[in-house]
């Protein structure tokens, strides 16, 4: 049995908690029926004795395996992590979904994605990351009633994504601690008004007004104000030819969409400008979680 799910990059700027893609830069899952538990871990965190625990994973592909089946069978799992953990590519998304994926195909069970989708929802309350994992593309989506509402649009194969990934982890649950409990009303009009032009130039494939329509006034300054030097790589990036340039979730990863023929461009100069930080190009997504048995 084979899981794979993809990378994401969540608010893109002003849609905080609402808008997402999905990154072709995937973590796989391989399972087998084994007489005890056990599991192996490759590439990111692997050197981490708290992630080849995969206890996230775990937890939650018991709990959906049992209720599926009634059954505390047990497996080996072989982990195949490329998504960098803790840089707002979400990595604990991809883990959400890729359990309750797994939980299915091992119990021989079929799915649908939006039941993945609103079973995910139960583990992560924020539709932006949960909902491109499961889905690929772009995606804009809400939370009514405990259930996610969302439309998905395709990427074309001629965009790209440059990342920066810095070596510093931002937690996500300490950066909202630095958000204010209330907002002007400017602030929320400014990054409302932007949230929904980007939605129509993405649905529209209309690529020339995203510098306009990525900024934001509700959470993207103050999370960059922890990594200062995150200006500076937003500015290189949209000086060298990025369509937009934003903190991918809430950080230290700095996304950066841009036509295919300009990435090379882009990425070195990043490099340069940057020696300390990985930097890397990549295809969009528009799979999302995918599975065999």
């Not at 960098?84 to 979400?90: A, C, F, N, V, Y």
């Not at 008004?193 to 939605?199: D, I, K, V």
């Not at 990594?227 to 991918?248: I, R």
């Amino acid at each position: 049995m084979f899981i794979s799910v993809p990378a994401t990059s969540a608010n893109l700027g002003p849609g905080f908690d609402s808008l997402g893609l999905a990154i072709d830069l995937r973590n796989e899952i391989i399972i087998h029926p084994s007489k005890s538990l056990f599991s192996v871990t490759k590439g990111e965190g692997s050197d981490n004795a708290r992630i080849r625990k995969n206890t996230l994973f775990m937890s939650i592909f018991n709990e959906v395996y049992l209720k599926l089946t009634g059954q505390n069978d047990t497996f080996r799992f072989e982990f195949l992590n490329r998504i960098p953990i803790s840089r707002g590519l979400g990595s604990s998304s991809a883990v959400i979904v890729a359990s309750i994926t797994a939980a299915y195909v091992a119990a021989g069970k079929s799915y649908n994605k939006r039941e993945i989708l609103n079973l995910a929802l139960k583990y992560e309350p924020h539709p932006d990351n949960i909902t491109p994992a499961v889905m690929g593309g772009f995606n804009v989506a809400c939370v009514d009633d405990g259930k996610v509402y969302s439309k998905k649009r395709r990427v074309p194969d001629y965009l790209r994504a440059v990342v920066v990934i810095p070596e510093t982890a931002i937690s996500t649950a300490h950066s909202r601690t630095i958000l204010p409990d209330v907002y002007k009303k400017d602030e929320a009009v400014y990054s409302l008004s932007r949230s929904s032009l980007m939605t129509a130039l993405f649905m529209s494939e209309s690529w020339d007004l995203l510098r306009v329509a990525s900024k934001d006034k509700l959470h993207q300054v103050r999370r960059m104000k922890q990594m200062p030097e995150l200006f500076d790589v937003q500015k290189t990036a949209l000086n060298n030819g990025a369509l937009m340039s934003t903190l991918s979730g809430s950080g230290s990863t700095f996304f950066s969409l841009c036509y295919k023929t300009d990435s090379a461009k882009i990425q070195s100069a990043l490099e340069e400008k940057f020696p300390n930080f990985r930097v890397m190009t990549r295809m969009l997504d528009n799979f999302g979680v995918i599975s065999k048995s």
